[in-house]
């Protein structure tokens, strides 16, 4: 398993921004296809985006398409994830994740059960 540390949570306000990082070591995140989730109180694991390994390619859920925007360094091994124009209804734990496989292109990158690595998550709360 890869370790993968995340952080940049916070409380905002709605239309606040907010940018997460998800530290991960040795050099893995240009080998492993690497997503964000999150999890509200009382509510299920909901996929966020993705991006592919090889960075040619992002994915993002309806919810978040056209305000939240997925990237990654590989020089620093960090996933980031830049969300603007917050919403209450993004309030939730953020959870990074890698692949199960290296190099591997799939069909969906949107099933959870996918990623074999994860962070321990970090609290995003939106409130006025």
């Known amino acids: 398993q890869v370790p993968l540390v995340e952080s940049g949570g916070g409380l905002v306000q709605p239309g606040d921004s907010l940018r997460l990082s998800c530290a991960a070591s040795?050099?893995?995140?240009?080998?492993?296809?690497s997503a964000w989730f999150r999890q509200g109180a009382g509510k299920e694991r909901e996929f966020v985006a993705a991006m592919r390994w090889d960075g040619g390619q992002t994915y993002y859920s309806d919810s978040v398409k056209d305000r939240f925007t997925i990237s990654r360094d590989n020089a620093k091994n960090t996933l980031f994830l830049q969300m603007n124009s917050l919403k209450l209804e993004d309030s939730a734990i953020y959870y990074c994740a890698t692949d199960r496989n290296q190099y591997w292109s799939r069909a969906s990158y949107s099933t959870w059960t996918n990623y074999g690595s994860w962070g321990q998550g970090t609290q995003v709360t939106v409130s006025s």
């Open positions: 040795g050099r893995i995140l240009s080998v492993y296809n």
